[in-house]
């Protein structure tokens, strides 16, 4: 069993203020983040300076970085830039799916019936290359 440590009695009321002590906390500022997302900050960036127009290599791209201490090879940086887009490519289809799905269906995705009359009519194979429909075999029987 857990010892008790001596300490005053908490009452509802200390409760309380703690809790509200405890909301009204914000997010701490991180000092360090991870490579992903310090690229993700950078992408927008890095993506103008490595374009036709600005010509910039991702490995030119890195040597500016380590000169401020961000120690990321080129192959890494294009790497994460490369994954970035793509999921960001997949939320964006996973956003314009979730926005057709309560459209009222197209012509396409829409069920084509035929009437009984058109189901008599279709073609049937009579397995020497030919075509006859059900009207006409049904006609040939009877003559």
């Known amino acids: 069993m857990a010892e008790q440590q001596n300490s005053e009695v908490i009452t509802?009321?200390?409760?309380?203020?703690?809790?509200?002590?405890?909301?009204?906390?914000?997010?701490?500022?991180?000092?360090?983040?991870?490579?992903?997302?310090?690229?993700?900050?950078?992408?927008?960036?890095?993506?103008?300076?490595?374009?036709?127009?600005?010509?910039?290599?991702?490995?030119?791209?890195?040597?500016?970085?380590?000169?401020?201490?961000?120690?990321?090879?080129?192959?890494?940086?294009?790497?994460?830039?490369?994954?970035?887009?793509k999921s960001s490519r997949q939320r964006h289809k996973a956003q314009s799916f979730d926005n057709s799905q309560s459209s009222e269906p197209t012509a396409e995705t829409q069920a084509t019936v035929k009437t009984s009359s058109e189901a008599n009519t279709s073609s049937l194979n009579s397995g020497k290359g030919k075509r006859k429909t059900k009207q006409q075999t049904v006609e040939a029987a009877t003559t």
């Open 12 to 85: 509802k009321e200390k409760i309380d203020k703690a809790i509200e002590l405890l909301k009204e906390q914000k997010p701490k500022e991180r000092e360090d983040v991870s490579d992903r997302e310090a690229i993700r900050k950078m992408r927008r960036y890095i993506e103008k300076l490595t374009s036709d127009k600005y010509g910039y290599t991702y490995d030119e791209v890195s040597e500016m970085l380590k000169g401020l201490g961000i120690n990321l090879t080129g192959s890494r940086i294009k790497y994460l830039v490369g994954k970035l887009k």
